[in-house]
């Protein structure tokens, strides 16, 4: 248990300096660049990449596949039948008032969707979530450099507690959690109706203090899963 104690004035000040929805940025790695989603422009390749059909980029290629499997089970939405339905799903996401939608780009083509979700400002804590990735993009080091941007992007704007939520029944994703450095936290029962199902929530999270310690292994980690052609 923490003690309770006054925190500095200066980290009480950047609760002024943060809006309810996160500014719009720009994040460059070495594999991946994100970009603020732009829903009209984005969603017929978001589609293409998610859609279950074969798919090749920049010397990789996949076969069909089941869709639902592979990236929409635990996910708010999806499959889509066309990009037409995907893109009215993704319009709502990105309309939510304390949300920013990004859009994950490898060699400029869009390939999945990251976001800044349920941000408090006033709390000084922000979420990372409705990630998703194409089946092109899975076992790479798309998604661990996708995170680490995130979680920098948020520490270096002044927050002190990043969290990661995700279905307790998605392994890959409480994976991935502890793979980038997110502690957990426990599992909130009954916590939504998704998809008309009950759903139990895992918690993990990253405070300011921790970013240091696992900053440099979580890019080393996303540099050491690369983009592998096949």
Same mark, same amino acid.
Request: glycine residues 8%; hydrophobic residues 45%; aromatic residues 10%.
């Given at each position: 248990?923490?003690?309770?104690?006054?925190?500095?004035?200066?980290?009480?000040?950047?609760?002024?300096?943060?809006?309810?929805?996160?500014?719009?940025?720009?994040? +460059?790695?070495?594999? =991946?660049?994100?970009?603020?989603?732009?829903?009209?422009?984005?969603?017929?390749?978001?589609? %293409? =990449?998610?859609?279950?059909?074969?798919?090749?980029?920049?010397?990789?290629?996949?076969?069909?596949?089941?869709?639902?499997?592979?990236?929409?089970?635990?996910?708010?939405?999806?499959?889509?039948?066309?990009?037409? %339905?995907?893109? /009215?799903?993704?319009?709502?996401?990105?309309?939510?008032?304390?949300?920013?939608?990004?859009?994950?780009?490898?060699?400029?083509?869009?390939?999945?969707?990251?976001?800044?979700?349920?941000?408090?400002?006033?709390?000084?804590?922000?979420?990372?979530?409705?990630?998703?990735?194409?089946?092109?993009?899975?076992?790479?080091?798309?998604?661990?450099?996708?995170?680490?941007?995130?979680?920098?992007? %948020?520490?270096?704007?002044?927050? !002190?507690?990043?969290?990661? *939520?995700?279905?307790?029944?998605?392994?890959?994703?409480? !994976? %991935?959690?502890?793979?980038?450095?997110?502690?957990?936290?426990?599992?909130?029962?009954?916590?939504?109706?998704?998809?008309?199902?009950?759903?139990? +929530?895992?918690?993990? !999270?990253?405070?300011?203090?921790?970013?240091? +310690?696992?900053?440099?292994?979580?890019?080393?980690?996303?540099?050491?899963? /690369?983009? *592998? +052609?096949?």
């Amino acid at each position: 248990m923490r003690a309770m104690s006054e925190l500095p004035p200066e980290v009480l000040a950047r609760r002024d300096r943060l809006p309810l929805k996160p500014a719009p940025v720009v994040l +460059t790695g070495a594999l =991946v660049e994100l970009r603020p989603l732009e829903v009209d422009a984005d969603a017929d390749a978001l589609h %293409a =990449v998610s859609s279950g059909a074969p798919f090749a980029l920049a010397g990789r290629s996949v076969g069909s596949y089941d869709p639902d499997d592979r990236i929409w089970r635990w996910m708010s939405g999806g499959p889509f039948a066309d990009a037409a %339905a995907l893109r /009215g799903w993704l319009a709502a996401l990105a309309a939510e008032p304390d949300a920013l939608a990004l859009t994950v780009r490898v060699a400029g083509t869009p390939v999945g969707v990251a976001c800044y979700l349920a941000n408090q400002p006033r709390h000084l804590k922000i979420e990372l979530g409705a990630i998703w990735y194409g089946t092109i993009a899975q076992g790479t080091g798309v998604s661990a450099e996708a995170a680490h941007l995130l979680a920098g992007h %948020a520490f270096e704007l002044g927050y !002190r507690r990043v969290e990661w *939520k995700c279905d307790a029944r998605n392994q890959r994703s409480r !994976r %991935a959690a502890v793979a980038y450095g997110f502690a957990f936290e426990g599992v909130q029962d009954a916590h939504y109706i998704v998809k008309s199902r009950s759903r139990d +929530t895992a918690w993990f !999270r990253m405070l300011d203090a921790e970013w240091g +310690t696992f900053r440099d292994r979580l890019a080393a980690y996303a540099a050491a899963r /690369g983009w *592998k +052609t096949t």
